[in-house]
């Protein structure tokens, strides 16, 4: 029995050969006779040509028949014509040999991407040798491109481009040229050979296309479906040189089809397995090869799984052998919570359950089309998502999910798995008191907008029935309209709709999770995210299904929407964006830090710091995404823009995506600790060594603290004293626990003590400071240390801590700075002068130490007294201040608990590395006072 399967009707356009003579020429070729003896009575049949243009267990023949009866004048189809067929008949004796129970299957998909080139199939077929563990079917797509060029060889053909030759050409020589990189001996020659046969049957098969400038739906797929069997049968021949017990199968042979509606088809599983089970008893294997995205129709005409028709290849066949898991290979980690176009935190997604995943490809995500994950599904296999170019990746899960998955109810990603968008949508709202109550509103709208063929996206209609508010793409927007307002025309005239209005530019941004609808505040976080980023809210809807909360926003809006919605499930709730201002010794060095431990911060804590802008007094550099800190001094050189204070705070602070904004001021700028307040105010958290807020003005200081207090953004600045020396936390320690400060007395500058710790040995006193200049203890003015004037702030800021309400000019300072140099203009000018005054220094050292006693620079807060000092005094030599070395602080806390003995805190009180590590450990506190884990 020979079912003639594609005379294509169309295409012959009734034309009806003898079938004496089609019998003939069809019994000729093969030996075979046609069973339809009514067709094409009315013609005769001038020649016929039969080849089999495929040969697999079905062979298929192209005829080539000219008809003598067509009217001269008519140019198509000419006098040829093409049949194919499909010999179902030679029922070999099968052997019920079926895909053996009990064994495992897991079945695998490589896209185009992954066959693209000699090199990437050797990679596919080493992921499939490496691992013997089960039995593998694997489904190839054609080599990337090659299911364009065939579509473009249609194209070509049917639109009588000549061209189509070459083109095909082109066909020919990418495979062979592949085949040769990675196939020899018979191997080679056995598929070149049947390369070579399908080309010249390709070849025929578009010259009768060319001829009727016509190719019909069943050639077409004919055609396109060559590239999955050459890419299946190389893969299988690389394969099997590895000494694996592998066959390819031609799928067409296997998975039968019925086509559904536009573009669609539904497989017949029943059949397709039956037909499985044939073919395995014919082909035993532990490793198929199989050609993705090609099927046959229950009558064996070639047709096509239509859009991401491979993927759809592995899921059936995934479900037909019960498989363990099917693997669908690409070029992406897995699928991410955001696309990461528009999101750069988009992260990868480890678990997604079917459903997760259909709504996130309806919305356009980069997953699985939904109908592929229906047979799977039904069965319960789990679909991996994985990266063939990062093996390492581990990819994405999509299964059931498992009970514990919904447990933490702390954690929002385990119920909003992603967001997607939709762009160039309108809303179309039809509004009106006589809509209320009216059986069939609903269905009258719809069914105008069904007549002109609109996809309706979204639909939102409130309780009150006096509005229907429904969304569409964009470009049927106007037909919607122009339907409503003519199927309404009565009721808009008198009044019962009032309008039918288009809001266009619109987009739809979808968040997709489990459960996430029926689980309390996880939709008052999304909208709550929107607002926070200033985004209007147009429309809403939320299926029952519980998967997925649809907004309507402006289309500007939208990324700005995604991003802050992402932001707010995915971004830590420490993410930080900071400002770094001042990167000289200090600033930098602290960038560098970041730089370093950026990454054990994330991955460890959880604690996200980005540096979104750096500021100098001269230039600055913003970024959007953070600066990377491996480069950023490279980065400023390149695109550094004029430094620009307001603009600097508006850009790290007006990044919406971002909950935590901080500046961290490393200038010792009296202008910029001038704005901490405006800043505090804005909700920006303040962390700075910069002295100048916490000891300037005391009416200004008093509101700093009072605002900080009443409010919850933070204020830090552990480094304006001792450094990276915990000495504001420790008096803050004291306070908090209800100790009473009596004193507090100290060696508070650095550059002192490494002065008073080194001056000696007849060394001259102008060289030791310009050592300590060197190493970083400095003030960006020295005389601000020599003068007293930094240990003065120091004096100030630890009083002001214990409760005392004092000035700057409330503490008595000697200076060190010889009074004619105190007019110096500039901080070089003083240095070239200060050798001049060694002498002086010099006696007073010899003064000292002829005594036993050593010269220490010293700050007392004298709490009880309510008064503050400093000034050179000299000390024994078994004085703890006397046993200090290089820039060591020490501070000494007398206290109603440590009355006898004080608490001593001691060491490194100045330098960019220990003062940057202060800075840094109070932006970590920052971090977890906003809820960081400690
Ligand atoms: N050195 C130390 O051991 C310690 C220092 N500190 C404090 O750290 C701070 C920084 O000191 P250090 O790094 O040594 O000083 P530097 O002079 O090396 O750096 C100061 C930086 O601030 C920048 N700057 C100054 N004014 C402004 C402004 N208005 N806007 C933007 N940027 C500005 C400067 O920019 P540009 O270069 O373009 O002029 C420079 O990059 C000081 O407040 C100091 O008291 C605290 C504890 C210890
Ligand atoms: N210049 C200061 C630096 C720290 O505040 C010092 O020397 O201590
Ligand atoms: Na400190």
């Known amino acids: 029995m020979i079912p003639v399967l594609a005379m294509e009707n169309d295409f012959v356009k009734g034309l009806q050969p003898p079938m004496a003579s089609f019998s003939a020429a069809v019994t000729n070729f093969s030996g075979i006779s046609p069973s339809r003896t009514s067709l094409y009575p009315r013609h005769k049949l001038f020649q016929a040509q039969c080849r089999p243009f495929f040969l697999s267990r079905s062979s298929h023949f192209l005829l080539l028949m000219k008809d003598l009866t067509l009217p001269r004048r008519r140019k198509t189809p000419d006098t040829t014509i093409c049949a194919s067929f499909t010999d179902v008949t030679s029922n070999v004796a099968l052997e019920e040999k079926l895909p053996p129970k009990g064994e495992t299957w897991s079945v695998h998909k490589f896209g185009g991407t992954c066959v693209g080139t000699s090199q990437r199939i050797k990679n596919v077929a080493e992921i499939i040798v490496k691992d013997d563990s089960e039995r593998k079917l694997v489904v190839v797509s054609a080599m990337s491109k090659v299911t364009d060029m065939m579509y473009a060889l249609i194209h070509k053909a049917q639109s009588r481009d000549e061209s189509y030759i070459s083109s ?26 049947k390369l070579q046969n399908d080309i010249s049957n390709l070849k025929a098969m578009l010259r009768a296309i060319y001829i009727a400038g016509h190719a019909t739906e069943s050639f077409t797929d004919f055609v396109v479906g060559h590239g999955e069997l050459w890419s299946a049968q190389m893969l299988s021949l690389v394969i099997r040189k590895n000494g694996i017990d592998c066959k390819w199968m031609d799928t067409r042979d296997v998975i039968i089809v019925n086509p559904s509606g536009s573009n669609q088809v539904d497989p017949d599983y029943l059949e397709s397995e039956q037909r499985l089970e044939k073919w395995y008893s014919l082909n035993p294997c532990k490793v198929i090869i199989a050609t993705g995205f090609i099927a046959s129709t229950p009558q064996n005409i070639p047709t096509t799984l239509k859009r991401d028709g491979s993927d759809f290849s592995a899921a059936i066949m995934g479900a037909l052998f019960r498989a363990r898991q099917v693997t669908i290979w690409t070029d992406v980690d897995g699928v991410y919570s955001a696309d990461p176009r528009k999101v750069s935190e988009a992260v990868i997604l480890k678990t997604l359950s079917y459903q ?6 309806y919305f356009g995500a980069n997953v699985l089309h939904p109908r592929t994950i229906i047979p799977v599904m039904r069965y319960g296999i789990p679909i991996m998502i994985r990266n063939i170019f990062n093996l390492s990746a581990p990819g994405t899960k999509i299964c059931h999910p498992s009970v514990n998955d919904h447990e933490d109810i702390q954690n ?24 209320a109550g009216v059986p069939g509103t609903a269905s009258a709208i719809f069914g105008a907008v069904k007549d002109v063929g609109a996809n309706v996206i979204m639909i939102s209609q409130a309780s009150s029935e006096h509005s229907v508010c429904f969304a569409v793409p964009e470009k049927e927007v106007k037909a919607v309209a122009e339907a409503l307002q003519s199927r309404f025309r009565q009721a808009l005239d008198n ?80 993410t930080i964006s900071m400002g770094i201002i001042g990167p000289g010794l200090i600033g930098s060095t602290l960038l560098d830090q970041l730089r ?39 980065l400023r050189e390149e695109r550094g823009e004029a430094a620009d204070l307001e603009k600097f705070v508006q850009h790290v602070h007006g990044n919406h995506f971002i909950p935590n904004t901080a500046l961290v001021d490393c200038t010792a700028d009296s202008v910029i600790a001038g704005y901490y307040y405006e800043w505090l105010r804005k909700g920006i958290h303040v962390v700075t060594p910069n002295k100048k807020a916490n000891s300037g003005p005391l009416e200004q200081y008093l509101r700093l603290r009072a605002l900080q207090r009443q409010s919850y953004t933070h204020y830090f600045y552990e480094a304006t004293v001792g450094a990276g020396l915990p000495i504001v936390s420790t008096l803050r320690g004291l306070l908090e626990t209800g100790d009473r400060i009596l004193q507090i007395e100290g060696i508070f500058s650095g550059t002192l003590s490494y002065i008073f710790n ?25 005389r601000d240390d020599l003068s007293g004037t930094d240990v003065a702030r120091k004096v100030i800021i630890l009083a002001r801590e214990s409760g005392l309400k004092l000035e700057l000019s409330n503490i008595p300072v000697e200076s060190l700075v010889p009074e004619p140099l105190q007019v110096c203009a500039s901080a070089q000018e003083f240095m070239q002068d ?86 840094f450990s109070d932006i970590l506190r920052l971090a977890s006072y906003l809820g960081a884990p400690s």
């Not at 990603?413 to 039809?430: C, E, H, P, S």
Request: glycine residues 8%; charged residues 25%.
């Open 168 to 193: 095909l050409d082109a066909v020919l020589e990418k495979h062979s040229a592949t085949a040769h990189d990675i196939l020899e001996g018979d191997n080679l020659a056995s598929f070149l050979s």
């Open 356 to 361: 997760e995943a259909w709504e996130m490809s």
């Open 412 to 435: 929002l990603q385990n119920y909003v798995k992603g967001f997607a968008t939709i762009d160039n949508l309108a809303l179309v709202n039809v509004e009106g008191t006589g809509m």
């Open 495 to 574: 009044g019962r709709l009032s309008q039918v209005a288009i809001i266009p530019n619109c987009s739809i941004l979808a968040a997709v999770g489990q459960k996430m609808a029926s689980t309390p505040g996880v939709s008052a976080s999304l909208f709550n995210a929107l607002a926070k980023a200033n985004i209007n809210v147009r429309a809403i809807a939320q299926g029952c299904s519980e998967y997925n909360i649809t907004v309507v926003v402006k289309r500007e809006d939208c990324i700005k929407a995604l991003r802050a919605v992402h932001s707010r499930f995915y971004l830590s709730r420490t």
């Open 596 to 634: 370093d431990q950026a990454s054990t911060l994330k991955e460890e804590f959880n604690i996200d710091l980005r540096v979104m802008g750096i500021l100098g007094s001269k230039s600055m550099l913003l970024s959007d995404a953070g600066i990377d800190l491996a480069i950023w001094r490279e």
């Open 758 to 782: 080194n001056f000696k040995d007849g060394r001259a006193f102008s060289e030791v400071v310009a050592e300590a200049k060197e190493a970083g203890y400095t003030e960006p003015d020295p």
């Open 834 to 919: 200060l050798p001049k005054f060694d002498q002086d220094f010099t006696k007073k050292q010899e003064d000292a130490e002829n005594a036993g006693e050593v010269l220490r620079y010293v700050g007392v807060v004298d709490v009880i007294n309510r008064k503050g000092v400093v000034e050179l005094r000299r000390y024994k030599k078994d004085h703890p201040f006397a046993q200090l070395s290089g820039s060591d602080n020490i501070i000494a806390f007398t206290t109603r608990r440590y009355k006898d003995q004080p608490m001593i805190v001691r060491g490194p009180g100045a330098g960019a590395q220990v003062t940057a590590g202060g800075i």
